[in-house]
């Protein structure tokens, strides 16, 4: 009788993980060789490669070795994971789990040509938190970048952006506040003498040369007013603009040598000036003098009135770098009435006509200017122009400050009327300016010499915008000033005086 040896459970779970050894050696042969498009192993006999696991005996041995070998930097060993070979030759089944950091994944893969469950899971949390990581760098780049272009690009605060800075002169009130200021959008009852009007005709009639080639040549022209119709200001300024109002520093530049003395702000703050009210003015164009203008001698003379022109405000600056501003322009787009434009010059216009006058008053010939012209403005948009006259009108003590209209046109295609504007304001730079600089360093000229006074200017100053008082240092008599003044008595009726302060009344007593 055949005997049959009794089998241990060791070796019956020797023989079982023997079979699995073979079916899973052959799963992963047959998986392998489908992916590599070869022939598979035995094919010839019929069977799987005999010595496949003999191979990945050796394969896991050599690995263990290398990673048993310490770094080269001397430092601990590396961490060696534990293979499903080593849980096979300690009788550890598969249970198709993935043992965390222990087990060796590659190895699960060759034995069952999967990855293990939840190194799957791992994996694609590893890619969801890295993508995640990735959103938040690109996300926080694009803020640093973002934050980095606004504190480039900010506007400095003495600065408003060219749509913001009309915004308090939308409103007719703006015309009353200036009527009761004594600025007035209209011409006066008296008019302007007969020598300004004799002027600006002449500043009107005499010819001067057009740019040939630029965007008014007669077969481009109605092109480009078509294009800037719905754009905005900046576009008008680029397009139209220099062909209204040519630039003294440019012609200056191409051979207008008398022009040097002249300096232009664009879009900037007249910081250095005693505005009417607040906001101070900031045309989109305007042109004043340099201190090459003067002489140093009559530099020297104006110093005193100055005081720190780098911090301080004088009525006779508009900013630290012009002096006695004569031109100013403002620039309005469709759907922007050219009054808002027209408010804004009043301003920008009383401080430059305020300047003249003040200083004549310094040596008593302020009657000069009575109904004198002493400043232009211009204010366009797309489609047409207004051009003004600036005067004040003087009785006695009281000045009040006038605008007289000298043209309105409308652009229209293959016309002269187009080019009124470009001319008349080259006539304005050739033949009115020199004359305006002489009769400005005439009286520069009579200032007493040696005051020793550090002096600002003053003005009755209120705050239109914010409808409080502004927040300036102030006298009983509502002048704004600072540093030392000028008693009354040394120039009186200019407002380098300072009235001298009312007495306290008594605590005790009513009314």
């Known amino acids: 009788m055949a005997t049959h040896p009794i089998s241990t459970p060791l070796q019956e779970g020797q023989k079982s993980v023997s079979k699995n050894k073979h079916r899973d050696t052959g799963e992963c042969e047959e998986n392998f060789r489908r992916k590599s498009k070869e022939p598979r192993l035995g094919a010839q006999t019929g069977g799987t490669d005999p010595n496949l696991e003999e191979k990945?005996?050796?394969?896991?041995e050599s690995k263990r070795q290398r990673e048993s070998i310490p770094p080269a930097s001397g430092g601990p060993p590396r961490k060696r994971f534990k293979s499903v070979k080593d849980g096979l030759d300690e009788g550890v089944e598969l249970s198709g789990e993935f043992g965390g950091?222990?087990?060796?994944?590659?190895?699960?893969?060759?034995?069952t040509s999967r990855w293990p469950k939840d190194y799957a899971e791992q994996k694609r949390g590893y890619r969801m938190g890295h993508s995640l990581l990735l959103k938040r760098q690109a996300s926080g780049s694009i803020r640093r970048k973002r934050s980095e272009t606004e504190l480039s690009s900010a506007t400095p605060t003495d600065q408003k952006p060219r749509e913001s800075k009309s915004i308090p002169y939308n409103t007719e009130r703006y015309d009353v506040f200036l009527t009761t200021q004594g600025v007035f959008m209209e011409g006066s009852d008296l008019g302007i003498t007969d020598e300004s009007r004799k002027t600006f005709e002449t500043l009107l009639a005499a010819d001067q040369l057009a740019p040939i080639d630029s965007l008014f040549r007669d077969d481009v022209f109605e092109e480009t007013l078509r294009k800037v119709k719905e754009r905005n200001e900046a576009r008008v300024m680029?397009?139209?603009t220099p062909l209204v109002v040519p630039s003294a520093e440019t012609l200056a530049k191409f051979g207008s040598k008398h022009l040097k003395i002249l300096v232009e702000t664009y879009n900037d703050g007249w910081d250095g000036c005693v505005p009417l009210t607040s906001p101070r003015p900031q045309p989109d164009y305007a042109v004043g003098f340099k201190e090459e203008a003067f002489t140093e001698k009559q530099f020297g003379a104006l110093l005193p009135f100055l005081s720190d022109r780098f911090y301080d405000r004088s009525c006779f600056m508009a900013t630290y770098y012009m002096f006695f501003?004569?031109?100013?322009c403002e620039v309005k787009c469709s759907g922007q009435p050219l009054e808002?434009?027209?408010r804004q010059n009043a301003h920008s216009m009383w401080v430059a006509v305020r300047a003249v006058v003040e200083l004549f008053k310094l040596v008593k010939r302020e009657q000069e200017l009575d109904r004198e012209i002493l400043a232009f403005s211009i204010s366009h948009d797309h489609n047409s122009v207004r051009i003004y006259g600036h005067y004040p009108v003087i009785n006695g003590s009281s000045v009040k400050y006038f605008r007289h209209p000298i043209v309105y046109y409308t652009f229209i295609p293959s016309t002269a009327d187009k080019w009124t504007a470009y001319k008349f304001i080259k006539n304005v730079y050739d033949l009115w300016m020199p004359a305006h600089l002489k009769r400005l360093c005439s009286a520069i000229d009579q200032i007493p010499s040696g005051v020793g006074f550090n002096v600002t200017t003053l003005s009755r100053s209120s705050d239109f915008a914010q409808g409080s008082e502004s927040a300036s240092v102030r006298s009983d008599s509502g002048y704004t000033h600072s540093g030392d003044a000028i008693g009354a008595d040394t120039y009186p009726n200019t407002s380098f005086a300072i009235p001298p302060p009312k007495k306290a009344k008594n605590a005790d007593t009513l009314g």
């Not at 990945?56 to 896991?60: G, K, M, N, T, Y």
């Not at 950091?101 to 034995?111: K, L």
């Not at 501003?325 to 100013?328: I, K, R």
Request: hydrophobic content about 45%; aromatic content about 20%.
């Open 56 to 60: 990945l005996a050796e394969w896991a």
């Open 340 to 342: 808002i434009a027209d």
């Open 101 to 111: 950091e222990d087990q060796d994944p590659i190895y699960y893969w060759a034995r």
């Open 325 to 328: 501003p004569f031109l100013s």
């Open 238 to 240: 680029r397009d139209i």
